[in-house]
């Protein structure tokens, strides 16, 4: 079972940039879909990007297309999210997890412990 870790989350004023990284124990990770969901203050947990095992399909949430990139190191069990143009909406704890397919959010179920990001206006 693959057990990821983020790191990478921060303080980052509107119009910046963050790039969230997630490292996974588990010889699985591999042939796992991974993806970054978010919670915001008083929300519930939402889908913002996955990517299949090879790295060569991602999905995207509407709000963060365009702006986001989600990206994996199969060499280094890693995946990272890269954020550019941050708005205040996108503050949310922020988790990797791990799951059967990038086309399916609702598959995922190894979850990180997430990694606060906070956008200020």
């Known amino acids: 079972q693959v057990q990821p870790v983020e790191s990478g989350g921060g303080l980052v004023q509107a119009g910046g940039s963050l790039r969230l990284s997630c490292t996974a124990s588990g010889r699985t990770f591999s042939s796992s879909a991974m993806g970054w969901f978010r919670r915001a203050p008083g929300k519930e947990r939402e889908f913002v990007a996955t990517?299949?095992?090879?790295?060569?399909?991602?999905h995207y949430a509407d709000s963060v297309k365009g702006r986001f990139t989600i990206s994996r190191d199969n060499a280094k069990n890693a995946v990272y999210l890269q954020m550019n143009s941050l708005k205040p909406e996108d503050t949310a704890v922020y988790y990797c997890a791990a799951g059967r397919s990038s086309g399916n959010p609702d598959t995922f179920s190894s979850w990180g412990q997430g990694t606060q990001v906070t956008v200020s206006s």
């Open positions: 990517v299949n095992w090879s790295g060569g399909i991602t």
